[in-house]
């Protein structure tokens, strides 16, 4: 389990081997996201992190944070969003899954069209929480924002 020490140390953090999910903490979908990544994500390959929390305001510009509307993850080094981010967790995910990728052969704008359609719409869809749900016991160590 990540120590609290290790929370606040983020050069302990190595997106090479695990990469960073940065998600709306507030949004129904995001959460279900979340959880679904969890489920098929067998190497507890990810880490988690809402973009309204502390570690946000580190790894994040302020334009990356304020911009609630994509998914960002953070894997070796680079900053991905939207369909990139989406089609790149994909790749790292076992079962099925893992056939979403091949939606990445796609042009790239009708991708992100796609997924901005969504996102500008998930609140009135999927619903917008009060708080950001507290995470299981048991994948509790891989959200490095402080609950």
């Not at 507890?44 to 993850?73: C, M, P, Y």
């Not at 069209?113 to 994948?139: H, Q, S």
């Amino acid at each position: 389990m990540l120590q609290k020490s290790m929370m606040t140390d983020l050069s302990n953090i190595d997106t090479h081997k695990n990469p960073l999910l940065f998600y709306d903490g507030l949004c129904g979908l995001c959460n279900r996201s979340v959880q679904w990544v969890l489920r098929y994500d067998k190497k507890a390959h990810f880490r988690f992190a809402t973009l309204q929390g502390d570690i946000a305001d580190k790894w994040l510009s302020k334009e990356q944070r304020d911009n609630l509307d994509s998914i960002v993850l953070v894997s070796k080094g680079e900053v991905l969003t939207q369909s990139t981010a989406a089609f790149e967790i994909t790749r790292h995910l076992s079962g099925w899954p893992c056939f979403l990728r091949f939606f990445s052969v796609l042009p790239k704008g009708l991708t992100d069209t796609v997924y901005r359609l969504i996102a500008r719409n998930r609140y009135r869809w999927f619903g917008k929480l009060e708080t950001c749900p507290m995470p299981d016991e048991e994948v509790k160590s891989r959200f490095l924002d402080e609950f």
